[in-house]
């Protein structure tokens, strides 16, 4: 089955604690991307991904790392999470780019205390 | 930076009836706009792709219109069912190509039996 699947879904911690959230696509995607989504702002995009070892700034990077040392997977990390960060997280990928049909993971609630 | 408008306020349909949500957006025109929807605690779904040359798409019950005049796309469901009940989001191309996606907050379709 075709499917992003994102670990944790769920996870919380403390302000400066170093967290990774996983990403992995089956579908041989060359596109991946990670956005957060909050009350009233909607998905915003954080990083997204053109291929292995590309990787640009999406509108809300700060405070997020991301790497793409293989196709099928794009983890998130967040080197010292701050209270801000508390937010509903998706991955998603596609075949070519954003203007391609975007498939999502099921999301990842992060609450940082 | 471009800007996407979708109707905060909840739309409250009986079913059987269209629904209509709407997508504006402020500045330059996209290249494409996506539609999807989203259950609660799920990720969004791919519904529809309209590209700026293209006036209208369907798949089955739903219709996507897409006025780069008006900068403005119209998503119909035809013969709702309570089933059709969720957030619907609207999407388009950042600045600079075909690398961004900039989402809207999305309406949420309550389609009462």
């Known amino acids: 089955e075709a499917q992003v699947t994102q670990n944790p879904r769920y996870l919380i911690t403390v302000t400066g604690k170093k967290l990774t959230v996983t990403c992995s696509q089956n579908m041989n995607h060359e596109y991946m991307s990670w956005y957060r989504q909050d009350p009233g702002l909607g998905l915003r995009q954080i990083y997204y991904s053109m291929n292995v070892e590309v990787t640009d700034k999406g509108d809300v990077p700060e405070g997020y790392k991301v790497s793409r040392k293989e196709k099928r997977n794009f983890p998130l990390i967040l080197e010292s999470p701050s209270p801000n960060q508390t937010s509903l997280y998706f991955c998603?990928?596609?075949?070519?780019?954003?203007?391609?049909?975007?498939?999502f993971g099921d999301g990842t609630r992060l609450s940082i205390l | 930076s471009q800007k996407i408008e979708q109707n905060s306020e909840a739309l409250n349909i009986q079913e059987g009836k269209t629904a209509t949500l709407t997508c504006n957006y402020t500045n330059y025109s996209p290249a494409y706009l996506q539609w999807y929807r989203q259950d609660p605690g799920r990720g969004p779904v791919f519904l529809l792709l309209?590209?700026?040359?293209?006036k209208e798409k369907r798949k089955e019950r739903l219709k996507v219109t897409f006025d780069t005049t008006l900068k403005q796309s119209l998503f119909h469901i035809t013969a709702s069912q309570p089933a059709d009940s969720a957030t619907y989001l609207c999407a388009l191309d950042g600045a600079g190509g075909y690398n961004k996606l900039i989402f809207g907050a999305g309406t949420r379709l309550a389609v009462h039996p």
């Open positions: 309209i590209r700026e040359n293209e």
């Open positions: 998603a990928s596609s075949s070519e780019s954003s203007n391609q049909p975007q498939h």
